[in-house]
């Protein structure tokens, strides 16, 4: 079979030196590997010089992954560096990146394709060249909006970072996010460190050594049980509270008698804070409200006031429903949504607060260097819809029917005290606090959002 070529170039406002640097950067792979459809590291390499080599497991039919091992090589700064198949699915690949100046302040960047299949996978070609420029379309358009968060902090120092669940969707996000900004990022893991970037806990049995809080700059905690990961129990719903308000407490009486602190600690609570809100739009002037979700953040976040005090600047951020299809909710919606059995949930009149997970990350990002940012804020979009809206244009963006609503008893069937709790409970929360501070988020529309996220072309 012959070679066949694919070609993708956009024109970036950053100079060809910046560019080049962002791609070398831990974080760069993690942030470009597609979603929908990621691929998992098995070995890597510390850099993109000649004769490093990246082994990666490729989705292929359900469980069955293929390995694919390619080795750098054209390693030229900051023009191109190229990387092509030693072992793998294709007969042959060749993948060049290509960086040039426009001006003093922009540039462009090619990715140019050159790959060869077995001729008994002749007819996939069209397929692959279309998924390829979906995902060209999303890396490109993903590296300019990191670089347009980033470009708001050119000026502050590079930190020192640690992250508590780092390995959950969220946090893994975050991770390469900010290492692509520059920062050294810290993981604090529950088992043996196999890294010099991880840190050892042992939340159960209330072990934290300071040691691995030393000389941090920031301290992000993320961590807390999956709602959805049992029914809830009584015995469940302890657990969930335990994952959340013991961890924060151990982390942050930590944090309180370190000699030298962190300049902030970002602690991710959610805006079950409010409880059940109906059509009433609440914000960060609201009280907490009733239940079991708003008792539990009350709780995670009086544990992190009480243990910090007044020591070092402390910021909450409250996370309505993040859209990703990484992991989530939106994850465990487009099955259905794809198969056309999409539909209302319930009433479909409950309010839903959402955000695009690299707003959520462009908010993290400004809580780390905004110093005059204290106290809770709601990172969510400024748009909050109802799952009648939600369901609509969720089906919209997929080109799916959305006919097929499921009524509040089956859910209650289904998820027991869940579906009160968060499928059928209305949540009308706003960013009062990010707003007033004049942030500009980069995704405010409902559909705009679920197009970024999905790696879909925008209307």
Known sequence: MSERHFTWESTLPYSQEDVFAWHERPGAFARLNP?????????????????????????????????????????????????????GPFTSWEHRHLF??????????????TFKLPW????????IKAELARLFTFRHQLLRADMDLHARFTKQKQKKILISGSSGFIGTALTAFLETA??????????????????????????????ALDDMDAVIHLGGENLFGHRWTPEFKEKIKKSRVDTTLLLCKTIAHLRKKPDVVIIASAT??????GSTQVDEKDPAGTGFLADTCR??????SEAIGGSCRLVHLRLGTVLSPGGGAL?????????GFGGILGSGDQYMSWISLHDLLGIFEYALHSDSMNGPHNAVAPTPVTNREFTKTLGKVLHRPTL???????????FGEIADAILLSSSRVVPAALLARGYTFQHPSLENALRFELGLPST
């Open 35 to 87: 979603p929908w459809r990621p691929v998992s590291v098995v070995s890597e390499a510390p850099s993109l010089r000649d004769g490093s080599f990246i082994t990666l497991k490729l989705p292929f039919l359900g469980p069955i992954n293929l390995e694919w091992t390619l080795e750098h090589f054209g390693y030229r700064p900051p023009d191109q560096f190229c990387d092509r198949q030693i072992s």
């Open 100 to 113: 040039a100046p426009r001006s003093r302040t922009s540039s462009s960047l090619q990715d140019e394709i």
């Open 120 to 127: 008994l996978f002749a007819p996939a070609v069209p397929f």
């Open 182 to 211: 520059g920062h050294s990022v810290f993981r604090l893991v529950r088992r043996e460190p196999q890294t010099p970037q991880e840190r050892r806990w042992n939340p159960s049995s209330g072990q934290l050594s300071p040691d």
């Open 272 to 277: 079950g804070f409010y409880g059940e809100t």
């Open 299 to 304: 709780a995670w976040e009086n544990a992190s």
């Open 331 to 339: 994850q465990k919606m487009l099955p259905p949504f794809k198969a």
């Open 404 to 414: 097929v609503p499921t009524p509040a008893f089956v859910l209650r069937g289904v």
